[in-house]
Protein backbone atom coordinates (compact mmCIF):
# COMPACT_ATOMS: atom_id res chain seq x y z
CA UNK A 1 0.00 0.00 0.00
CA UNK A 2 1.39 3.48 -0.58
CA UNK A 3 0.79 6.67 0.95
CA UNK A 4 -0.90 10.02 -0.28
CA UNK A 5 0.30 11.39 -3.41
CA UNK A 6 -0.70 14.23 -5.64
CA UNK A 7 -0.58 14.46 -8.92
CA UNK A 8 -1.33 17.95 -9.65
CA UNK A 9 -4.98 17.85 -10.01
CA UNK A 10 -5.76 14.37 -7.79
CA UNK A 11 -4.98 13.27 -4.73
CA UNK A 12 -4.65 9.76 -4.26
CA UNK A 13 -4.85 8.05 -1.03
CA UNK A 14 -3.23 4.83 0.07
CA UNK A 15 -6.77 3.67 0.06
CA UNK A 16 -7.05 3.97 -3.35
CA UNK A 17 -9.84 6.49 -3.07
CA UNK A 18 -9.00 9.51 -5.96
CA UNK A 19 -10.55 13.21 -4.82
CA UNK A 20 -10.29 15.45 -8.13
CA UNK A 21 -9.69 18.36 -6.64
CA UNK A 22 -8.61 20.75 -9.76
CA UNK A 23 -5.47 22.44 -8.61
CA UNK A 24 -2.63 22.17 -5.84
CA UNK A 25 -4.01 24.10 -3.33
CA UNK A 26 -5.05 22.48 0.13
CA UNK A 27 -6.05 24.47 3.22
CA UNK A 28 -7.53 24.14 6.58
CA UNK A 29 -10.23 26.16 7.81
CA UNK A 30 -9.74 27.82 11.10
CA UNK A 31 -12.90 29.64 12.37
CA UNK A 32 -13.17 29.61 15.24
CA UNK A 33 -16.38 28.00 15.44
CA UNK A 34 -15.04 25.04 13.21
CA UNK A 35 -12.09 24.61 15.80
CA UNK A 36 -14.80 24.60 19.02
CA UNK A 37 -16.92 22.29 17.71
CA UNK A 38 -13.91 20.26 16.27
CA UNK A 39 -15.20 19.63 12.83
CA UNK A 40 -13.60 17.23 10.53
CA UNK A 41 -15.21 19.11 7.87
CA UNK A 42 -12.07 21.87 7.98
CA UNK A 43 -10.10 20.64 4.65
CA UNK A 44 -10.44 22.75 1.94
CA UNK A 45 -9.04 22.82 -1.26
CA UNK A 46 -9.03 25.12 -4.57
CA UNK A 47 -10.69 28.31 -4.12
CA UNK A 48 -13.53 27.42 -1.86
CA UNK A 49 -14.22 23.73 -1.55
CA UNK A 50 -14.65 21.49 1.29
CA UNK A 51 -13.82 17.63 1.58
CA UNK A 52 -16.84 16.43 3.53
CA UNK A 53 -15.95 13.59 6.27
CA UNK A 54 -18.31 10.69 7.28
CA UNK A 55 -18.65 10.94 10.16
CA UNK A 56 -19.85 14.47 9.99
CA UNK A 57 -22.78 13.44 7.08
CA UNK A 58 -23.97 10.42 9.26
CA UNK A 59 -24.32 12.33 12.54
CA UNK A 60 -26.25 15.45 10.61
CA UNK A 61 -28.56 12.69 9.52
CA UNK A 62 -27.18 12.91 5.58
CA UNK A 63 -26.49 10.47 3.02
CA UNK A 64 -22.69 9.06 3.01
CA UNK A 65 -21.57 9.96 -0.40
CA UNK A 66 -18.34 7.50 -1.50
CA UNK A 67 -16.27 10.57 -2.25
CA UNK A 68 -16.87 11.83 1.99
CA UNK A 69 -13.49 10.97 4.11
CA UNK A 70 -13.23 8.17 7.07
CA UNK A 71 -10.75 9.58 9.59
CA UNK A 72 -7.99 7.85 8.72
CA UNK A 73 -8.33 9.46 5.53
CA UNK A 74 -8.57 12.84 6.76
CA UNK A 75 -5.13 11.56 9.23
CA UNK A 76 -3.73 10.78 6.08
CA UNK A 77 -4.03 14.32 4.28
CA UNK A 78 -3.12 16.10 7.62
CA UNK A 79 0.07 14.42 7.59
CA UNK A 80 0.90 15.21 4.07
CA UNK A 81 0.52 18.73 4.65
CA UNK A 82 2.30 18.88 8.40
CA UNK A 83 5.14 17.57 5.72
CA UNK A 84 4.64 19.77 2.68
CA UNK A 85 4.47 22.85 5.46
CA UNK A 86 7.85 21.25 7.22
CA UNK A 87 9.26 21.47 3.75
CA UNK A 88 8.06 24.96 3.22
CA UNK A 89 9.60 26.04 6.75
CA UNK A 90 12.78 24.29 5.82
CA UNK A 91 12.80 25.90 2.59
CA UNK A 92 13.00 29.57 4.15
CA UNK A 93 16.45 31.08 5.41
CA UNK A 94 16.39 31.76 9.10
CA UNK A 95 18.35 34.75 8.78
CA UNK A 96 15.98 36.33 6.51
CA UNK A 97 14.83 39.92 6.43
CA UNK A 98 11.24 40.64 6.97
Not at 14 to 28: A, F, N
Not at 43 to 60: K, Q, W
Not at 61 to 86: D, T
Request: aromatic content about 8%; charged content about 30%.
Amino acid sequence: MRGLRFDGRELVLSTGKKLDIGSPVIGLELSDLARRERSLDRITYGYDATLYTAREAAAEGEKVEPSYLSEAECREIAQFMVQAWAEYRDSISAGGSS
